[in-house]
């Protein structure tokens, strides 16, 4: 380095001492190319001399939420008026009885889906009467006329239908207080049926309790003892007494 390299180094330096030194000295103006006169504390403007301080400040907002007005629910019974009804299923070929509790004002339809559903489970009882079977039923005038599904009524066997039709006949009959007969339609067509007796009917003959009572299975025998039975004789020896002679005329 030369020696005019130097002094431009040494020049370069000295306004950046003096700017150190001014403010290590506090606040002031510059009065000359090296020089600084301070500034008095009272000409200095308001707040050119304060600490700058950075404060940070968290706000917490609170939300009240209204209480929700409890609500009391208040249990209602409902009472559903029942009424009997009698479903017929087989006991050894024979129709016997099953008595049911429906709604009060049940229908047909109702009722038919009992008799489809079979008997009971705790019952030793059978039935010919398939789900899907009676497709619908309608009541005219006391007579009610069931409407059969012709593949569900085929694959009842020839030699059991009549037992079918009395399940049908009589449940319907028995259950329902307006009906007092029954005629039948495989799939909207008027049918000819077997009768209790084994004869067919006229096509859409209406049908009777009566026409299938005689598969009715016979009632238990009642082993009720008359007390006018049960009294023993007592002969004319034993009670003291003279039976009067017996004269025979010649």
């Known amino acids: 380095m030369s020696r005019h390299d130097g002094r431009h180094a040494l020049y370069a330096l000295v306004p950046a001492l003096l700017a150190t030194i001014a403010l290590v000295a506090g606040c002031g103006v510059p009065t000359g190319a090296d020089t600084f006169s301070e500034i008095p504390p009272d000409e200095i403007q308001f707040g050119l001399d304060a600490t700058s301080t950075t404060t940070s400040t968290t706000s917490t907002t609170t939300t009240t939420v209204p209480e929700q007005p409890q609500t009391t629910l208040l249990e209602t019974t ?3 008026r029942l009424e009997p009804a009698e479903i017929y299923f087989l006991s050894r070929g024979r129709l016997q009885p099953v008595t049911i509790e429906l709604p009060a004002g049940f229908s047909s339809d ?27 039923s309608f009541e005219s005038e006391g007579v009610l006329t069931v409407d059969l599904d012709g593949e569900t009524f085929d694959r009842i066997p020839s030699t059991q239908q009549t037992e079918a039709i009395g399940q049908i006949v009589l449940t319907m ?12 339609t495989l799939e909207g067509d008027p049918i000819p049926v077997k009768k209790g007796n084994g004869l067919s009917s006229e096509v859409g003959e209406p049908l009777s309790f009566d026409d299938y009572a005689i598969l009715l299975a016979a009632p238990r025998p009642q082993s009720v003892e008359d007390p006018a039975d049960s009294t023993v004789p007592v002969s004319a020896s034993e009670s003291g007494t003279t039976s009067p002679d017996t004269t025979t005329a010649p």
């Open 110 to 136: 109702q009722v038919a889906d009992k008799l489809e559903e079979g008997p009971p489970p705790d019952v030793a009882l059978d039935t010919l009467i398939e789900d899907g079977l009676i497709v619908s």
């Open 78 to 80: 409902t009472t559903i």
């Open 173 to 184: 009959i028995a259950s329902l207080r307006l009906v007092g007969q029954v005629t039948f």
